[in-house]
């Protein structure tokens, strides 16, 4: 009664407010502890008083100035409720029904995240569906083995099928927690404002932690049988005969059976096909990127790079993209938001040599030259590539000391296959996300919390310049549907800066959750505030960031996330961003 009263005050004012949904740890030890475990604070009931005491250190139910709701975003770690009872695996239904529970005592608005990615907890089930091939992604090699993130061991579960049992583990929990939800008051069920699934799910690849980039040793999923024939499918649908696809691919295949993704990187391995090529580039776009960083003395106004293909300008791009891995190399420099990309289209260029130029705007007309790159476009048969004429570039210098610099891609010399059959192999994959994450939603829209809207819970690759895109596969996932919300994890410059807010505008979304919040840098109040009011504007619900639990005064764990806002947690920033939310909630 009490939000309902302070909402509609506020919404007399004016725009509805943005809710702020900390996450906090509260599967351990609120959930799945033993009956009146006192390290839940004075309940074994549900989570609701290890909550209100988070959530009072940071701010009120409604800040003073009615722009800002504090709620909470309740994970249900899905894998993790589950445990063995004799040859079978079981609900945990008395820690399913604390959580339930907390939804019911806590009186806020709620975010309920229905946790289960790639990255392990501790769920003695992932163990044993690791065993199953079904369960994982498949490159063509096999089954991918599990691997590591910062630490974590990251479980490759297939998103290629829906009939494995991973999938059917996930649902037998969604579907106990509906049950349990279903019992409370229909008041409770309007708490929740919102629910995300799964959280980050995506195309795996091999060496995840490193291979995000581009690079010649090129492997992504799936490749199981289920898959390419799914890709058969696919194709023969789009194209609707053989005869079309082999006019539009200047290829001879007999029939749909015959065809094969691209799984074969043509510098390497013998083709039989040229369709069989794919590497970083194959569907025909290639980033220019790199780095600059020029010294405030010389100037304050934003930094600015262009582009010229064999002397005619191509691109204009601000150098303001995040690259925590400059900083990390070079803390002087004292900002991570010098980075750039452009991605050129190869696929319509003729083959040969092209001269590409970067060159870097200084001042009012001066124009410093960065580098060159010399590639080539080459045809089907490998032919040598013919230097192509070029054009006269502008007048320019050299840069000075002031300017620190570098062009990470393209390499020098660097050669360029386009193979129009993995454009639509790309498609594909992301439909396989859609479809994957649309199963589960299907779970929601069938019960007693069906609207409540829904959101993918989604990464955001293309905000990172280093990073190959079209691995993880999920623009599909990214796009404005009927049934699923746009949810987001934004990190470092996509959080407050330009490049996930360009890409919205032009989206088509009307609105859009920030699922996962942190700039990975301490900003003041007024910066922080300015930021929020930026994604409000934009048509942001939510916003969830992490934050340690803690009860009153207590210490946090020292097994913390390293992105919690937390008055003892340094990491990127993180104590001073507590500090900066606690000030805008109070305004």
Not at 264 to 288: C, M, W
Not at 542 to 559: A, I, K, V, Y
Request: aromatic share 10%; glycine share 6%.
């Amino acid at each position: 009664m009490l939000i309902g009263l302070c909402l509609l005050m506020v919404l007399r004012k004016g725009a509805a407010p943005l809710l702020l949904a900390p996450m906090m740890r509260l599967t351990q030890p609120c959930m799945l502890a033993a009956p009146n475990d006192p390290s839940c604070r004075g309940s074994s009931d549900s989570a609701a008083a290890l909550v209100e005491a988070t959530l009072s250190r940071i701010g009120p139910r409604v800040s003073p100035s009615g722009k800002y709701e504090l709620g909470y975003t309740l994970q249900v770690p899905l894998l993790q409720l589950l445990q063995p009872i004799g040859n079978d695996w079981v609900v945990n239904i008395p820690a399913v029904q604390r959580l339930v529970r907390t939804l019911r005592d806590v009186d806020r608005p709620a975010v309920l995240y229905l946790f289960s990615t790639h990255f392990g907890i501790e769920a003695p089930i992932q163990d044993a569906l690791a065993q199953d091939p079904a369960n994982l992604a498949t490159t063509p090699q096999g089954p991918m083995p599990n691997d590591t993130y910062d630490g974590m061991v990251i479980y490759p579960w297939s998103v290629a099928r829906t009939d494995n049992e991973i999938t059917g583990r996930r649902a037998q929990v969604i579907s106990a927690l509906i049950e349990e939800v279903c019992r409370l008051e229909p008041a409770h069920w309007a708490k929740i404002r919102g629910i995300t699934l799964l959280g980050e799910v995506h195309h795996l690849f091999p060496g995840f932690e490193a291979g995000m980039g581009f690079d010649e040793q090129y492997s992504v999923s799936d490749y199981s049988e289920i898959s390419m024939e799914g890709f058969r499918s696919y194709l023969s649908k789009y194209f609707s005969s053989i005869d079309k696809l082999n006019s539009a691919m200047a290829t001879d295949y007999r029939s749909f059976a015959e065809v094969l993704p691209p799984s074969k990187n043509i510098r390497q391995q013998a083709l039989q096909r040229f369709t069989e090529h794919i590497d970083s580039y194959a569907h025909g776009s290639l980033p220019v990127s790199g780095w600059v960083h020029v010294e405030k003395s010389r100037s304050d106004s934003p930094t600015w790079i262009r582009l010229y293909l064999n002397g005619d300008p191509v691109a204009r791009v601000n150098a303001d993209l995040g690259r925590q891995d400059v900083l990390a190399a070079l803390p002087k420099l004292g900002t991570a938001d010098v980075g750039w990309r452009f991605d050129l289209d190869f696929s319509s260029i003729p083959t040969g040599v092209h001269r590409i130029d970067v060159v870097l705007e200084s001042g009012a007309s001066e124009l410093l030259h960065l580098g060159t790159r010399l590639i080539s476009v080459m045809d089907r048969q490998q032919t040598q590539p013919e230097v192509l004429a070029t054009n006269q570039l502008p007048v320019t210098s050299s840069p000075g000391k002031s300017v620190q610099f570098y062009i990470d891609t393209p390499r020098d010399k660097a050669s360029y296959f386009y193979n129009p059959l993995v454009p639509l192999w790309h498609k594909f994959r992301q439909r396989q996300l859609v479809d994957y994450l649309t199963y589960f939603d299907r779970l929601i829209e069938a019960s007693c919390i069906s609207k409540s809207d829904r959101y993918v819970h989604q990464i955001v690759p293309f905000t990172n310049p280093g990073w190959d895109a079209q691995k993880f596969a999920v623009e599909a996932t990214l796009e404005s549907t009927a049934q699923l919300h746009l949810g987001v994890s934004l990190y470092g410059e996509s959080s407050y800066g330009h490049s996930f807010l360009d890409w919205y505008r032009k989206s088509g979304h009307q609105s859009y959750g920030v699922t996962e919040f942190h700039p990975l840098r301490a900003m003041a109040p007024a910066e922080l505030r300015a930021t929020l009011d930026a994604h409000r504007a934009q048509g942001a619900r939510f916003l969830s960031f992490f934050m340690e639990s803690r009860w009153q005064s207590d210490g946090s764990s020292t097994d913390r996330n390293r992105f919690s806002f937390d008055v003892d947690n340094p990491t990127s920033g993180s104590d001073k961003l507590f500090q900066s939310m606690k000030a805008v909630l109070s305004e």
